[in-house]
């Protein structure tokens, strides 16, 4: 084999120190040209591709039974995901949705559906503590969309157990909130419960998106940047429904606060300042126990 053929740019990230073969180059160069041709709008190079591909042959010895055994197409597809190409994130989400179905028959109906989805993209796409893709643990010995169901099935029984464990909102956020601070001294006793079961049933009303979006944001810390690239919209876009979902919280606290202390107008205003000083939080203590 030529210095510069595939198999022995394979060899040389395998690092086994074994001669290349001819079997090992045709075996190698149709995996390749198939992977191509089923995500012909891939931007992904066969050096991009070739060292992401040797990280999964455990036996490099075998390198030919392993490429004859591994799923290379879906990998192709995993290692352009990671490095963030638009076209495999969009062929990721097709995937994604044909996934829901493996667990639409677990007892949670939509909104375990859409909870399950958000984990899964959060798992799959985000990046490990040290930058690397999630999905790199996608390791080739399964198609991609079984691997992903796995994923899925494990995300929506440990939600089920998660949800089956808490206790109602309202009654953790009463024991969560006595550490508030200037925002509460300034209340009596009747105002702090009032507040407490204002917040959080307002809280209670929001969408299984909408509580997502501010659990990303004010517990885990992510930027409307990486807010767009997670549901696959504009930054911009991103912006505006975390503020959208911020004024629909504190215009369902206002209602509930009022009605319960029948405040209007300036003296309902003054309450409110207090409720914008204690949000953010509110909003990382009672979403942390949702998780």
């Known amino acids: 084999m030529s210095p510069g053929s595939l198999s022995e740019r394979l060899r040389q990230y395998l690092g086994d120190g074994s001669p290349s073969t001819e079997e090992l180059e045709a075996v190698l160069r149709e995996r390749l040209a198939a992977s191509r041709a089923t995500w012909p709008?891939?931007?992904?190079?066969?050096?991009?591709?070739?060292?992401?591909?040797?990280?999964?042959?455990?036996?490099?010895?075998?390198?030919?039974?392993?490429?004859?055994?591994?799923?290379?197409t879906d990998l192709w597809l995993a290692c352009a995901v990671g490095r963030g190409e638009?076209?495999?994130?969009?062929?990721?989400?097709?995937?994604?949705?044909?996934?829901?179905?493996?667990?639409?028959?677990?007892?949670?109906?939509?909104?375990?559906?859409?909870?399950?989805?958000?984990?899964?993209?959060?798992?799959?796409?985000?990046?490990?503590?040290?930058?690397?893709?999630?999905?790199?643990?996608?390791?080739?010995?399964?198609?991609?969309?079984?691997?992903?169901?796995?994923?899925?099935v494990r995300e929506a029984l440990q939600l089920m157990r998660r949800r089956?464990?808490?206790?109602?909102?309202?009654?953790?956020?009463?024991?969560?909130l006595d550490d508030g601070g200037a925002a509460t001294a300034?209340?009596?006793?009747?105002?702090?419960?009032?507040?407490r079961e204002a917040f959080a049933a307002a809280l209670a009303t929001l969408s299984p998106r909408e509580r997502n979006l501010l659990r990303q944001q004010y517990l885990h810390g992510s930027t409307v940047d990486e807010l767009g690239a997670l549901y696959g919209v504009h930054r911009a876009t991103a912006a505006r429904?975390?503020?959208?979902?911020?004024?629909?919280?504190?215009?369902?606290?206002?209602r509930a606060i009022g009605e319960a202390?029948?405040?209007?107008?300036?003296?309902?205003?003054?309450?409110m300042a207090r409720v914008v000083d204690h949000l953010?939080?509110?909003?990382?203590?009672?979403?942390?126990?949702?998780?």
């Open 241 to 254: 429904w975390v503020a959208a979902v911020r004024e629909t919280l504190l215009r369902r606290t206002r």
């Open 41 to 72: 709008a891939l931007a992904l190079t066969d050096d991009d591709f070739l060292p992401y591909l040797a990280a999964r042959i455990e036996a490099p010895g075998g390198a030919v039974d392993a490429l004859r055994t591994l799923c290379v």
């Open 164 to 176: 089956k464990r808490e206790a109602p909102i309202a009654d953790d956020l009463a024991s969560r």
């Open 86 to 152: 638009d076209p495999a994130l969009r062929a990721f989400e097709v995937i994604l949705k044909d996934v829901g179905a493996a667990i639409a028959h677990l007892d949670g109906g939509s909104a375990l559906v859409e909870d399950v989805g958000l984990a899964v993209r959060e798992r799959v796409l985000g990046t490990d503590a040290g930058g690397k893709a999630k999905i790199a643990e996608y390791r080739g010995r399964g198609d991609l969309r079984g691997w992903l169901r796995v994923v899925a």
């Open 186 to 195: 300034a209340m009596s006793p009747d105002e702090i419960r009032i507040y």
């Open 280 to 291: 953010d939080l509110s909003l990382r203590q009672t979403l942390s126990l949702e998780r």
């Open 261 to 271: 202390m029948q405040l209007t107008g300036s003296e309902l205003d003054s309450a």
